[in-house]
């Protein structure tokens, strides 16, 4: 079996945007217009193909990412020449297409979706502009290096502004966005778009407007779409210099010349392209595709991925080809009713064949992939093989979870790991019945597979079961989700903040475990030295001293010459600072942002034991961070509330009262916008608060921002709450 499509042809791309913006309505545009399918799922009708969970059609909103596979063939092809030559037709390309969730709650599905994609399409509320978790999934894709087209939607909506949505655009996320069409009519008066490239008017007609119809610019916009030609030109021929000083001698070069410096450009990140239209009124979808094709990259358009030799630790790279060794890596763990657990991989280069062997770099095991799958949402496919750039599902690996890398075992390479945050709330959890006790152990362990930011834990005092996640409705879906897959009934708690503690002062401490029970004995001494640890970039980190190692808000210091501790009793001594750190001082909450500088100790030659240096390590480092003025941090939220006018004194007022920093205030149609900053502990239950103050015409949002020290009055409150 040969590959059907080259890989210049394949585009795996993401779809999106903030809660409400229309991606999962754009998506179903899409499958209808590629003919995947026949008829078109709405949202509000709970009947989407890539919402198809029960709890995403219930609530309307996406809470896992799904992939879809499709084909298209550019608007700009006649039709019959395109279906005559079927796969064949040079122009026709194979679309993987990952629609992600726009809640916040939710956000690693799009964190994951992106390390994996090559290209975005970023969809905007035509009303709204750029909202919070825009900021946040753009954010992400600047990390990933993501290519991304913009499409401003909804523009029949009452209140919608191209204008105004394309200026929060340059205001807060890249100046070097850059109108490729400009909508004609807004409202119920929006009919089409105006291609500012081609200097065309495109009108969508017949079923579910799957004619694109190309017209004159109508009379009274040509002044205005003359002057947005100008401005597109002049910023496509700043990318190159040749053709800027042919354009200052007055050449202006042809189209397709402009499309290909344009597509190298937005592939360099330097330009994105912003499209125009109504996904709900099947206006501009299409063209939206075409740009897919022109300028988002191909697998062979990326740079190389890189990952290490798992024995060596050398860096090394893989291309995007069929012939190279075999290298994948695993983005989602999902869970099937019928077929069990599925993986979804990346391939980044070789083929991978139904029945064969692949090698896990993390668990230096094997494991026998069973059944290859393509899917569409939740229908699938079966492959028997497949190729460098396509995104595929497994069935049969048992220990494979998110981040892993599958390669081949003769030629292991390990890709970067995807970095996920750390979960901000946290509930206690029992079975109802001695029967569902067994089963939820199961089950949670079953879903913190699937998600990397939902962990469970046990109270190690009390022997509860505690769930943490990134928010209310994260949890609140997790334990539904526990109902209904696993029939599993549950007692909850009250939501509680995953409070942290530091360190602010400098200072020493001995620890000393000596321990004589007849026999061989135990001992272990270790002199230590700890200050709060330092945020440092990415260069600055990989320029750090040999002896110096940082993990997850902890940095180890071997300071020791001489061998006044023995080298095998180093990292014992490392695992024992951990551990020690994992109960804090005031009320036992993980210690984070600790660096820790093991400078001086000693060792006896008979008794010393690695279990003696890992208990006098944690005893000194729990001395040394008691009598560094330790504190007790809290997670602060970026809270963005949008209220009618009369009712923003109380909003404002009532934010203030909850330890809130109003940061900003704009108006957005006729409602205003707050933006302010306040702690996670004070916002449980706030949606019925501001119902009930704004006769339930107010919303809000809220992502994780960092992490504060909590005031006095608080932290005594907190630690009062612990005893």
Request: charged fraction near 30%; aromatic fraction near 8%; charge should be negative.
């Amino acid at each position: 079996m040969e590959r059907d499509y080259p890989l210049e042809k394949v585009r795996n791309i993401g779809i999106i945007a903030h809660i409400d913006a229309g991606k999962t309505t754009t998506t179903e545009r899409v499958l209808f217009y590629t003919g995947v399918s026949h008829k078109i799922g709405e949202v509000h009708d709970g009947e989407t193909t890539t919402d198809w969970m029960e709890q995403e059609r219930e609530r309307g909103i996406t809470i896992t990412a799904a992939a879809v596979t499709c084909f298209w063939t550019p608007t700009y092809v006649p039709a019959e020449a395109s279906a005559k030559a079927g796969a064949q037709h040079p122009l026709k390309h194979r679309f993987n297409i990952i629609d992600t969730p726009g809640h916040i709650d939710f956000t690693v599905e799009v964190k994951r979706s992106l390390r994996v994609l090559d290209g975005a399409v970023v969809v905007f509320d035509g009303v709204a502009g750029v909202e919070p978790q825009s900021e946040t999934n753009w954010r992400y894709a600047d990390e990933a290096k993501v290519p991304r087209v913009c499409f401003i939607n909804k523009l029949d909506r009452t209140g919608a502004s191209f204008e105004h949505s394309y200026a929060t655009i340059l205001d807060r996320l890249n100046k070097n966005a850059v109108r490729m069409q400009i909508p004609i009519g807004l409202e119920e008066k929006h009919e089409g778009v105006v291609d500012l490239l081609k200097m065309k008017a495109y009108y969508f007609e017949g079923e579910m407007g799957n004619k694109v119809i190309e017209k004159e610019i109508p009379e009274d916009m040509k002044a205005e779409a003359e002057k947005y030609h100008t401005e597109l030109i002049e910023k496509i021929v700043e990318q190159d210099d040749t053709m800027m000083t042919e354009y200052l001698n007055g050449k202006i070069p042809d189209i397709e010349t402009l499309k290909k410096t344009l597509r190298k450009a937005v592939i360099a990140n330097n330009i994105f392209p912003v499209f125009a239209g109504s996904a709900l009124k099947n206006k501009g979808v299409q063209l939206v595709l075409d740009a897919v094709v022109d300028y988002l990259p191909s697998p062979l358009d990326i740079p190389p991925i890189p990952g290490i030799n798992p024995d060596t630790e050398e860096p090394m790279v893989r291309n995007a080809s069929d012939t190279e060794p075999f290298s994948a890596l695993a983005f989602k763990v999902a869970t099937d009713p019928f077929v069990g657990q599925i993986i979804f991989f990346r391939v980044y280069s070789g083929t991978l064949t139904a029945g064969s062997y692949i090698y896990n770099p993390r668990t230096r095991n094997k494991e026998r992939i069973g059944r290859i799958l393509r899917m569409h949402a939740n229908d699938r496919e079966e492959v028997k093989k497949v190729y460098a750039g396509e995104i595929a599902a497994a069935v049969g690996l048992k220990d494979t979870i998110t981040s892993d890398t599958i390669c081949d075992e003769e030629n292991p390479i390990e890709l970067n790991r995807i970095v996920f945050p750390e979960p901000v709330i946290s509930l206690r959890i029992e079975p109802k019945t001695k029967a569902d006790q067994e089963k939820m152990g199961m089950a949670l362990n079953r879903l913190s597979q699937e998600d990397p930011t939902f962990r469970v834990t046990t109270d190690q005092e009390t022997g509860e079961t505690i769930i943490a996640g990134m928010g209310e409705l994260h949890l609140e879906i997790i334990v539904d989700r526990m109902k209904r897959e696993f029939t599993v009934e549950a007692n909850v708690g009250k939501p509680q903040v995953a409070y942290r503690e530091t360190i602010t002062g400098n200072s020493e401490a001995e620890g000393k475990y000596i321990k004589q029970s007849g026999g061989r004995g135990n001992y272990g001494h270790v002199k230590i030295k700890v200050k709060p640890m330092q945020p440092l970039t990415k260069e600055e980190v990989a320029d750090l001293p040999k002896n110096t190692k940082r993990s997850d808000g902890f940095e180890f210091i071997n300071s020791i010459r001489g061998g006044v501790i023995p080298q095998e009793y180093i990292a014992p001594c490392e695992k024992g600072f951990k551990e020690g750190l994992d109960r804090g001082i005031l009320a036992g909450f993980k210690m984070v942002n600790v660096s820790v500088d093991l400078w001086d100790g000693s060792y006896h030659e008979v008794d010393s034991n690695e279990m003696a240096f890992k208990i006098a390590a944690s005893m000194a480092i729990q001395d040394a961070c008691r009598r560094a003025n330790p504190v007790i941090l809290e997670p602060m939220m970026k809270v963005e509330v949008v209220t009618p006018d009369k009712f923003m004194g109380d909003v404002t007022g009532n934010l203030s009262s909850k330890r809130g920093l109003i940061e900003g205030m704009e108006d957005r149609g006729m409602n205003k916008v707050m933006r302010a900053v306040v702690p996670l502990s004070e916002m449980f239950g706030y949606m019925t608060g501001l119902r009930s103050m704004t006769e339930g015409r107010a919303s809000f949002t809220m992502e994780f921002l960092r992490y504060d020290i909590v005031p006095q009055n608080v932290a005594e409150t907190i630690i009062a709450a612990r005893k």
